[in-house]
């Protein structure tokens, strides 16, 4: 069975950092792309990140490009999200995703088939 879980998540000041990972279980994602979303109470769910099966190329959401670095470990296959200079507005419910087709070069759009069941993050002002 495949499983995705995320941990790192938790309460900082604004302008504070965290690290959250996503450790996938029941299968090696190493040649797919895989991304982090967020939803905020009362909004829908909203893309922040996305990585290449190589972790070459990557792509962020206009909001949180250059705070926010996600990269891959392929050995453990485990993704991560490097969250720096929180704001309050940061404060959601954060997921990590899986796509199943291999090999993926567009990391837009991608309709992802493995979540993570989300870990919180709130940023306090």
Do not use: H
């Amino acid at each position: 069975q495949v499983q995705l879980v995320e941990s790192g998540g938790g309460l900082v000041q604004a302008g504070g950092s965290l690290r959250l990972s996503c450790a996938a279980s029941g299968r090696t994602f190493s040649s797919n792309a895989m991304g982090w979303f967020r939803q905020a109470p009362g909004k829908e769910r909203e893309f922040v990140a996305a990585v290449s099966w190589s972790g070459g190329n990557t792509v962020y959401a206009d909001s949180v490009k250059g705070r926010f670095t996600i990269s891959r470990d392929n050995a453990k296959n485990t993704l991560y999200l490097q969250m720096n200079n929180l704001k309050p507005e940061d404060t959601a419910v954060y997921y990590c995703a899986a796509d199943r087709s291999i090999f993926r070069t567009v990391l837009r759009g991608i309709k992802y088939d493995y979540w993570g069941q989300g870990t919180q993050v709130t940023v306090s002002s």
